[in-house]
């Protein structure tokens, strides 16, 4: 598989549930980040965990970091129906090139 | 503060024509990067550049693709002799100086780019 793959590939919940995303990935990295894609749109940066941290939240969103096993996850607390979209996380290995995985496409059901 | 601007929005060619994609990054920001999304898929790195300066290329295509940055002006993104398969979205992003050992990539509302 290639750098960032995430997990689900879809995912469909009910608003006000909570919403989990998984990312994994082969090199060493300086830090992940998770964009948000709404359809037809740019990317949206979401958040930034760099390689000596293991837990960040902001708002509603909380995510993890393990280096030993080269995964990330992210979750979205009390989903709404605007958090409708697709979810990508992104390595930084240094070369300031992200490499993206393919995405999670999150469906909330209002 | 404007965000990333990239036009057109939507560009339509056909085979062999030549497609230009303009981006202007965030104002203060000097480094530019292009990627290219299939649908259904994640975005593949093309091009990093610095003013004037290709920083790294190595998404780049060999052929029929080149990009510059010039000290005036916007980011260009140019495929000559389009092909079907160069059909895709194509997002350009800006960053700001590196701070404290990482930073966030903005991104333009993209070009969808159609080869008929």
């Known amino acids: 598989s290639q750098q960032g793959e995430e997990d689900p590939q879809a995912l469909s919940i009910q608003e006000g549930e909570n919403a989990t995303m998984n990312c994994s990935y082969k090199?060493?990295?300086?830090?992940l980040q998770w964009y948000r894609q709404n359809s037809g749109r740019g990317l949206v940066h979401l958040i930034l965990i760099r390689s000596n941290e293991r837990e960040k939240h902001s708002g509603r969103l909380r995510v993890t970091l393990d280096t030993s096993k080269k995964s990330s996850s992210l979750l979205i607390t009390a989903s709404r129906a605007a958090d409708t979209a697709s979810y990508f996380c992104?390595?930084?290995?240094?070369?300031?090139?992200?490499?993206f995985g393919s995405g999670t496409r999150l469906q909330v059901q209002p | 503060n404007a965000g990333v601007m990239q036009n057109p929005r939507h560009l339509v060619r056909r085979r062999g024509q030549e497609a230009r994609l303009r981006c202007s990054p965030m104002k203060g920001h000097s480094h530019v990067y292009w990627y290219r999304q299939l649908p259904e898929e994640g975005l593949k790195f093309m091009v990093y550049?610095?003013?004037?300066?290709?920083?790294?290329e190595s998404g780049m295509p060999k052929e029929r693709f080149s990009a510059e940055f010039p000290k005036e002006g916007p980011s260009i993104l140019r495929i000559q002799q389009v092909v079907r398969g160069d059909s895709a979205a194509y997002f350009c992003a800006s960053s700001p100086p590196q701070i404290a050992g990482a930073y966030i990539q903005y991104f333009g509302a993209g070009t969808r780019l159609s080869v008929l």
């Open positions: 992104a390595t930084d290995t240094g070369r300031r090139a992200l490499t």
């Open positions: 090199t060493s990295i300086n830090n």
């Open positions: 550049l610095q003013k004037e300066n290709i920083i790294d």
